[in-house]
């Protein structure tokens, strides 16, 4: 008798386990994977739905905190931020003016140490890689063929294909055909055995530099690059070069089939920790001295790059847009994932959150709520 309750105590324990890993809840929504893309603006960026999670025990990152109006800012506005987004999905909001933190924002469930995955804001990341990679002459330039680094590339029967250089894949005009909008082809990409290959292997559809056209597997073919030029994941190299110099110990980065870290999708870290990217690259490249980013390619990434420019604009893996007289650039993922940079006001905004695509509301907050607070 003991042994047959002992035997149903077992089962019951592990079909409690096996649903706790598969039911989303309001603290973990949007279990599942990668979801379709569709269509691709500044603040629609197709990507996999967040999948935010609790850290136990995370230092305050090295972070200063102070309150709004010891920087200009009106406190009591930012408390009519808080209250507009409460019953909304917007689960964080971190804002930082003159290097301190001045204001946080939590939906209930969450808090400083939960992790989110902030989907194709990841490329901003690996675009720093590519400029600190460049800085330590493993690359020579954004105008090497990717030829050199996929020598398969040289069979091709395409000679468009032979063409396509670096800078090609930062801006997203490498003419490769990727209809990530509205479609599966993303769906296929994180699906298929060997996600380098699976974009190489597209045909041409424009010719090179000539066309914008978002594409996560260009951005995962960067990725690559790093690996390859650095002997080392993008992961790694971010470790000893990028995220431990800033204390980032939340982050979390996915790797596809073949072990190469995924360079448009999948890192995932806590807001503060993805704040102080957003401040790093304010700072020119700089965190507390040490420059970790080199400032031209901070210049150089966050400015108009090609003549085949969406709208508002994009430069090395960043999106950039004016609100009135204010430049901003800032990096975006799908479910409204955001870290904004606002150079002229010495500010950065980070929102995570979970909205359906074409309908990510806190650049309307922002503009709303944060830029008058700011006396703009």
Same mark, same amino acid.
């Given at each position: ?21 598969? &039911? ?6 949007? #279990? *599942? /994977?990668? @979801?379709? !893309? =569709? +269509? ?124 396509? &250089? ?6 997203? #005009? *490498? /003419?490769? @055909?990727? !209809? =990530? +909008? ?195």
């Amino acid at each position: 008798m003991k042994k047959i309750i002992s035997i149903l105590l077992s089962l019951l324990i592990l079909i409690v386990s096996l649903s706790g890993c598969s &039911t989303a809840t309001k603290d973990n929504p949007n #279990t *599942s /994977g990668a @979801s379709e !893309p =569709e +269509s691709v603006s500044a603040d629609n960026t197709p990507d996999t739905a967040p999948v935010p999670a609790i850290e136990k025990e995370q230092p305050d990152n090295d972070w200063q905190f102070d309150t709004p109006e010891n920087h200009g800012v009106d406190g009591a506005v930012l408390d009519r931020l808080h209250d507009a987004i409460k019953d909304i999905d917007i689960y964080s909001v971190v804002i930082a003016k003159d290097g301190y933190i001045i204001d946080e924002y939590y939906k209930q469930g969450y808090d400083e140490r939960s992790v989110f995955r902030l989907n194709s804001c990841t490329k901003s990341f690996t675009s720093a890689l590519i400029g600190i990679a460049m800085d330590k002459g493993l690359i020579d330039g954004v105008d090497i063929k990717l030829s050199e680094f996929f020598p398969q590339l040289a069979d091709s029967d395409s000679a468009y294909k032979k063409e396509i &250089t670096i800078a090609h894949l930062l801006e997203h #005009t *490498s /003419g490769i @055909s990727w !209809p =990530e +909008s509205g479609g599966p082809m993303f769906r296929n990409f994180v699906g298929s055995e060997n996600w380098v290959d699976f974009v190489l292997s597209q045909p041409m559809a424009a010719k090179p530099g000539s066309t914008f056209n978002y594409s996560t597997g260009g951005s995962h073919l960067l990725s690559a690059i790093i690996q390859k030029a650095a002997g080392q994941t993008s992961y790694d190299f971010a470790l000893e070069h990028l995220l431990q110099p800033l204390g980032m110990d939340s982050v979390q980065w996915r790797a596809d089939p073949q072990g190469i870290t995924d360079g448009g999708n999948g890192i995932s870290m806590n807001a503060r920790d993805a704040a102080k990217f957003g401040q790093l690259y304010l700072d020119g490249g700089r965190w507390k001295g040490q420059q970790i980013v080199p400032e031209t390619w901070v210049v150089e990434s966050t400015k108009p790059q090609s003549a085949a420019q969406p709208i508002p604009g994009y430069g090395y893996q960043w999106w950039l847009r004016t609100f009135g007289d204010l430049s901003t650039y800032f990096a975006v993922g799908h479910g409204g994932q955001y870290i904004v940079v606002v150079p002229e006001l010495e500010l950065v905004a980070v929102s995570t959150g979970s909205f359906p695509s074409g309908s990510y509301p806190f650049l309307n907050y922002f503009r709303d709520y944060v830029l008058p607070a700011s006396g703009h």
